[in-house]
């Protein structure tokens, strides 16, 4: 598995913007589908959105749908979290995780917190 470390979280107003990024170490990046899922106080973590290893295939949340939109640059093996229209809903800690067998996810960072304020 690859180690993930997330950043760009940070306290926005409602209706802002933040563009997380997640940075993996190790040689196959871009093999692996993956993945960003936020926690917030109280609840469950709960899945954001995914993207295939080509970038061909994303997924969202519902909740995110139309909002949030992910991307990635395997040379950079980086894969980003652009978030617009922000809602105080979205007040959570964001990981990212990589995509392993079975629909099962591994690798997960540290987090970064996203403070979304009304």
């Known amino acids: 598995q690859a180690q993930l470390v997330e950043s760009g979280g940070g306290l926005v107003q409602a209706g802002g913007s933040l563009r997380l990024s997640c940075a993996a170490s190790?040689?196959?990046?871009?093999?692996?589908?993956m993945g960003w899922f936020r926690q917030a106080p109280g609840k469950e973590r709960e899945f954001v959105a995914r993207?295939?290893?080509?970038?061909?295939?994303?997924v969202y949340a519902d909740s995110v749908k139309g909002r949030f939109t992910i991307s990635r640059d395997n040379a950079k093996n980086t894969v980003y979290l652009q978030m617009n229209s922000l809602k105080p809903e979205d007040t959570a800690v964001y990981y990212c995780?990589?995509?392993?067998?079975?629909?099962?996810?591994?690798?997960w960072g540290q987090g970064t917190q996203v403070t979304v304020s009304s």
């Open positions: 995780a990589q995509g392993l067998s079975y629909g099962t996810w591994g690798g």
């Open positions: 190790g040689r196959t990046f871009s093999s692996y589908t």
């Open positions: 993207i295939t290893w080509s970038s061909s295939s994303t």
